[in-house]
C-alpha cells in the first residue's frame, strides 16, 4: 500500500517538490556556510520522494541551542516558504476524499520542513 501511495504522490506534485528540495540544496551547497542547510535539503528530498511509510521523529538529544541557532536561519532562508508549500499543498489535496492520504502526508512534512534541524524521517 505504500508504494501506490508513493506512486501517487510521486505523480501528483512529489516529483515537483523533490526537484524544488534538490536545486535549493545545490544552491545552498555553493557557499561553505550554506552547506549545512543544503545537506537538509537533500535529506529532505529523500523524504519528499517517498513519504508513505515514513515518519517524522525528534532525533537524540532534543534540539539544543546549536540546533536551535540553524533552524532559525533555516527558517530565514527557504523553511518558511517549503512550510507554507506543504500547508497549502495539504489544503488542496484535502478538498477531496481521494487526495486527504496526499494532505496527510505534506501535514506530516510540514514540521520537518520547518524544523529540519533535531528532526529526520525514518522508516516506520
Known sequence: MNLLGNIV???FGGFLIFLGYVLGGIMLCLTIVGIPFGY?????????LA?????VVETDPPAGPFRMILNIFWIILPGLELAIMHLLLGAFFALTIIGFPLAVQHMK???VAL??????????
Open 9 to 11: 504522490f510521486f505523480i
Open 40 to 48: 537538509q535539503c537533500f535529506k529532505l528530498a529523500g523524504g519528499v
Open 51 to 55: 513519504p508513505f511509510g515514513r515518519e
Open 109 to 111: 512534512l510540514v514540521k
Open 115 to 124: 524544523l529540519p534541524f533535531g528532526h529526520e524521517m525514518r522508516a516506520v
